[in-house]
């Protein structure tokens, strides 16, 4: 099992910045990769980012690159993802989880135009 706990959601208007956190624990060394998924009201989940924990190979959805940046810190379990230029579309609750397989309770990230 790995837990993950997410922190960094708020409230912030079109063009800021935000920065969430994800912290693993448990079985993490099990772990191959960490992602970052959304979903705003009335649609379903999508992938944003992830990123690998032996190499840190990234990958993210086309309409967050040049905006947001995934990164990973492998001494301390926890990933990041910085969002800068936030626009309202980007609402939604972000979701952190573990080789797709395990997922944090979500944080909400909402931007005012």
């Known amino acids: 099992q790995v837990q993950l706990v997410e922190s960094g959601g708020g409230l912030v208007q079109a063009g800021g910045s935000l920065r969430l956190s994800c912290a693993a624990s448990?079985?993490?060394?099990?772990?191959?990769?960490m992602g970052w998924f959304r979903q705003a009201p009335g649609k379903e989940r999508e992938f944003v980012a992830s990123?690998?924990?032996?190499?840190?190979?990234?990958n993210y959805k086309d309409s967050v690159k040049g905006r947001f940046a995934i990164s990973a810190d492998n001494a301390k379990n926890t990933v990041y993802l910085q969002m800068n230029d936030l626009k309202p579309e980007d609402t939604a609750v972000y979701y952190c989880?573990?080789?797709?397989?395990?997922w944090g309770q979500g944080t909400q990230v909402t931007v005012s135009s």
């Open positions: 990123i690998t924990w032996r190499l840190h190979i990234t």
């Open positions: 448990g079985r993490t060394f099990s772990s191959a990769a």
């Open positions: 989880n573990s080789d797709q397989t395990f």
